[in-house]
Nanobody
């Protein structure tokens, strides 16, 4: 069983930055592709960014390209999401997720494990 725990959410003004972190425990971290999703009230969780376990390739949702950076530390078993130039529309609950696939899937159903989420609020 895999456990995921996010941290780093909070309130920030538009244009500011936040760094989210997710700690992975329970199984070999290096065999999991990791992703970040977000959900706003009344909406489904949407893919934000992912990083695979096979070669570290990264993928981003179009609206965050150039602003967000996903990275992983295979020694600490963590995956981070650095969020810069934040916009009010980035406000959401952000979730860390783990998939056993070797490439990054964008579908929620491809991620078997999820954290509890951390709130990010960007004020105008």
């Amino acid at each position: 069983q895999v456990q995921l725990e996010e941290s780093g959410g909070g309130l920030v003004q538009a244009g500011g930055s936040l760094r989210l972190s997710c700690v992975h425990s329970g199984r070999t971290f290096t065999r999991y592709t990791m992703g970040w999703f977000r959900r706003t009230p009344g909406q489904e969780r949407e893919f934000v960014a992912g990083i695979n376990w096979s070669n570290g390739a990264t993928y981003y949702e179009d609206s965050v390209k150039g602003r967000f950076t996903i990275s992983r530390d295979n020694i600490k078993s963590t995956v981070d999401l650095q969020m810069n130039k934040l916009k009010p529309e980035d406000t959401a609950v952000y979730y860390c997720a783990a998939s056993s696939l070797a490439t990054v899937p964008s579908a929620r159903s491809s991620f078997a494990y999820w954290g509890q989420g951390t709130q990010v609020t960007v004020s105008a």
